[in-house]
């Protein structure tokens, strides 16, 4: 049976499309078939961090009215052979969404793949409830930032309130994604820290993220960062993350961007 | 600047993590993480109001989530004039 997946956060420009497409990625090269969908309605942008740009034909809005059949919407990556996307409509709106179409395609698509990732929408309109509204487990993206904590705790209140598995009177699963961590300010008390975010929010701990330059080199080259540099710091976090979404016990460590010897004397490591 | 700031240790982390804390209690509380709470904490005010004028923001309604069960928190500010008023009829009803 399919996962369905949400990665959410509220407020905009804290990794949601990056972290889509690196944990998309690193799931596909474990072997798992897996969809990306973007929800963004009329602000796709998975596409463009995936590489596909040029080869949307139908979106998301197509398969939800019934104008084409999922299959001829589905993006295959042309990198791995079990990785598709399924991108968003560029000219409607998120009214545009209807629950009933959004519904059926996750239901199709749940036949089809072993994960069913949703890009979802900054805020908490449409768009954002009906990216979350089928699935089945939720990664919350936050920046160790006042502005991105307060809003991922809203969207950990929508969470347990506005989606089917909320209305079943079932426990929503919820998992923290801590993005551009800088173990470095953080450990010289100029960044909230990973306890400090953990306590606040009070979900699980799914990764790390560390700050770095691979990520917007990741997507200006349209690959995302566990595919680019499968190496670098910030892929590692994914695959690691990735890995304890599958249920593995991984342990919790930060990788390092920076300076080694600096994280050492200031850095700390995560419980 | 930065240099006096490593002499003094005035972090500001700390005090980010203290403003969220006194932020998310309360928007917790009252822009409502559920239905459940706007909706009780609307028909405890309805209730009090009968007997007691108190205002909107006084009344806190809290849902706190553990593992097994949910504790519901009522917390009512009233007046202190208002609380004694209250208490003297009181006094002076069974007096009577």
């Known amino acids: 049976m399919a996962e369905v997946l949400v990665v959410t956060s509220g407020k905009g420009g804290v990794g949601k499309t990056t972290s889509t497409a690196a944990l998309g990625v690193a799931l596909a090269q474990s072997g798992q078939k897996v969809c990306v969908v973007d929800f963004d309605v009329g602000l796709r942008n998975l596409d463009l961090v995936m590489g596909a740009e040029r ?4 979106d998301l809005i197509n398969v939800a009215n019934g104008d084409v059949r999922l299959q001829q919407a589905l993006i295959r990556d042309k990198r791995i052979e079990n990785l598709s996307l399924l991108a968003a409509s560029q000219t409607r709106d998120k009214d545009a969404l209807s629950e009933e179409g959004v519904r059926r395609c996750i239901g199709e698509l749940r036949e089809k793949f072993d994960w069913v990732i949703c890009d979802s929408p900054a805020g908490i ?16 993206v936050t920046n160790p930032e006042v502005s991105s904590v307060r809003d991922s705790d809203r ?24 993005t551009r961590y800088d173990t470095v ?15 606040i929010l009070s979900i699980p701990l799914l990764g790390i993220i560390p700050e770095s330059e691979e990520v917007l080199r990741a997507s200006n080259l349209g690959s995302p960062v566990t595919m680019s540099n499968a190496k670098s710091a910030p892929a590692r976090a994914y695959n690691d993350a990735a890995r304890r ?11 390092n961007a920076r300076h080694p010897l600096l994280t050492k004397l200031f850095g700390r490591r995560a419980a | 600047m930065k240099l006096f700031q490593l002499f003094t240790g005035r972090r500001s982390a700390p005090l980010a993590r203290e403003r969220l804390q006194i932020l ?5 509380g009252t822009t409502g993480q559920s239905g459940l709470i706007a909706m009780l904490r609307e028909d405890i005010l309805a209730v009090i109001a009968k007997h007691v004028e108190v205002a909107p923001e006084r009344v806190e309604v809290r849902l706190e989530r553990g593992d097994e069960v949910a504790i519901l928190e009522i917390n009512v500010e009233i007046p202190d004039v208002v609380a004694r008023a209250a208490m003297a009829r009181e006094r002076g009803g069974r007096a009577a």
């Open chain 1, 125 to 140: 309109e449409r768009g954002a409830t009906m990216a979350m509204r089928y699935a089945d487990l939720a990664v919350v």
């Open chain 1, 155 to 178: 969207i950990i209140g929508l969470l347990d309130s506005k989606t089917m598995k909320a209305e079943r009177g079932e426990r929503m699963e919820k998992f923290l994604l801590l």
């Open chain 1, 245 to 255: 979404l599958r249920g593995e016990t991984v342990p919790m460590t930060i990788p």
């Open chain 1, 185 to 199: 300010r953080a450990g010289r008390g100029d960044m909230l820290s990973i306890d400090d975010v953990l306590e």
């Open chain 1, 55 to 58: 080869r949307v034909v139908y």
């Open chain 2, 24 to 28: 998310l209690t309360h928007e917790r």
